[in-house]
């Protein structure tokens, strides 16, 4: 079988025509409406299965300055993009027939605000006005598969294509490998929809894209090549594909994108500003409220968490259902701790304990937790 599949699939080389749209150097597609994937071109749709970049559950990129005097690892989660693969396999097509991905600046992290600061500084990545690294497919060639179990095939390849950074497109060349996975139930724990993973990694020399150290002090603490380790997990189902029939697509997908800009980013005034509006289109609508008001408390990656704006929406959530929903309560409690109005925030939780016997035990039990760990504080505050 290992046999028959490696004469399946021979090596070739194959160059990706990207239509009118694609025609400027660098260019990749935009942002989806809501952000968390691109808008696939039609000639990219018509060659194959699409396979959606999943951003925010694996550290896909580590990016590591191993400089003299100082080593500085850099990682990012919110990578979007896609990439394509035939509908039919055959020995005349490549397992990749096209891609693209970008990686926003602000979702870069180092660990240190500092070091943080630099990197997004304008000597270097300049993310104010280059908010987003780009890469796009060109070519793969040197295709070997390697391996079929359990209809889960591998390959190694060679991709090349071109990345932007700032305004400086050079052309890339990478070993990777390549890996498709069916759906079976044990996947569909992962991911809906079949998978496909994508690892790869090379030398990205700041000179060839004009990048500077932001000052002299970095000289021998930012090296003048950072090595790129790449993990790509792709799915068929995309990320902003509406799995809940209570939610309307159109307010999911503005939230989706609301996230995007404060989360990924890194632009709170237009995220906010969008926010804004979508408070006023759900504003007696309790459980979009929460969800907007939940995702500011507990979504990773937001620096700029408008605690104001939270409140307005919780608060207006429990209007909506009189202050009797507990899950709502909790919201709201949650939001008044953070602003440290520690008091008020064991009210609202002692009023959501009222409610409890209308949410599953489990949910019930957090509740209950969060209350004695608000009275706590309260009691320490007080001390």
């Known amino acids: 079988m290992k046999a028959t599949f490696a004469r399946l699939w021979p090596a070739v080389s194959l160059a990706v025509c990207w239509g009118a749209t694609l025609a400027r150097s660098g260019d990749v597609p935009p942002r989806s409406a809501g952000g968390q994937t691109l808008e696939v071109p039609k000639e990219h749709l018509d060659l194959g299965e699409v396979y959606y970049v999943t951003p925010g559950e694996d550290t896909q990129l580590v990016c590591t300055s191993d400089a003299p005097l100082a080593r500085l690892a850099v990682t990012c989660n919110r990578v979007v993009g896609y990439f394509v693969t035939p509908f039919e396999p055959s020995a005349e097509q490549s397992p990749l027939l096209a891609g693209a991905v970008r990686i926003p600046v602000a979702a870069l992290q180092t660990g240190a605000n500092a070091s943080g600061e630099a990197l997004r500084s304008p000597p270097a990545l300049h993310a104010a006005e280059y908010p987003e690294i780009t890469f796009r497919l060109l070519q793969v060639s040197n295709v070997k598969a390697t391996g079929e179990e359990n209809q889960r095939k591998r390959f190694t390849v060679t991709l090349a294509g071109e990345m932007t950074i700032k305004d400086k497109t050079v052309a890339l060349e990478a070993p990777a490998e390549l890996e498709l996975i069916p759906f079976t139930w044990r996947t569909m724990a992962r991911n809906v929809g079949e998978l496909l993973t994508l690892r790869t990694h090379f030398d990205l020399k700041l000179a060839d894209y004009g990048l500077e150290k932001p000052d002299r002090s970095y000289n021998e603490r930012i090296a003048d090549v950072i090595k790129v380790d790449v993990f790509l997990l792709c799915n068929t189902m995309s990320p902003e594909k509406n799995l809940?029939?209570?939610?309307?697509?159109?307010?999911?997908?503005?939230?989706?994108?609301?996230?995007?800009?404060?989360?990924?980013?890194?632009?709170?005034?237009?995220?906010?500003?969008?926010?804004?509006?979508?408070?006023?289109?759900?504003?007696?609508?309790?459980?979009?409220?929460?969800?907007?008001?939940?995702?500011?408390?507990?979504?990773?990656?937001?620096?700029?968490?408008?605690?104001?704006?939270?409140?307005?929406?919780?608060?207006?959530?429990?209007?909506?259902?009189?202050?009797?929903?507990?899950?709502?309560?909790?919201?709201?409690?949650?939001?008044?701790?953070?602003?440290?109005?520690?008091?008020?925030?064991?009210?609202?939780?002692?009023?959501?304990?009222?409610?409890?016997?209308?949410?599953?035990?489990?949910?019930?039990?957090?509740?209950?937790?969060?209350?004695?760990?608000?009275?706590?504080?309260?009691?320490?505050?007080?001390?």
Request: hydrophobic share 40%; aromatic share 6%.
């Open 244 to 383: 809940d029939p209570r939610i309307k697509t159109p307010q999911f997908l503005k939230q989706l994108r609301f996230l995007t800009l404060v989360r990924d980013l890194g632009d709170p005034e237009k995220g906010y500003e969008l926010g804004r509006g979508l408070l006023r289109e759900v504003w007696d609508d309790a459980a979009a409220l929460d969800r907007l008001a939940s995702a500011v408390l507990s979504e990773d990656g937001i620096a700029t968490r408008d605690l104001r704006f939270v409140l307005k929406a919780a608060r207006r959530a429990n209007e909506v259902t009189d202050f009797k929903d507990p899950s709502l309560l909790s919201t709201l409690g949650h939001v008044l701790f953070d602003m440290g109005r520690v008091d008020e925030a064991v009210e609202r939780l002692r009023q959501a304990t009222e409610h409890l016997e209308s949410i599953p035990p489990p949910v019930a039990g957090e509740i209950r937790a969060t209350l004695e760990r608000y009275e706590r504080e309260a009691e320490r505050e007080r001390e």
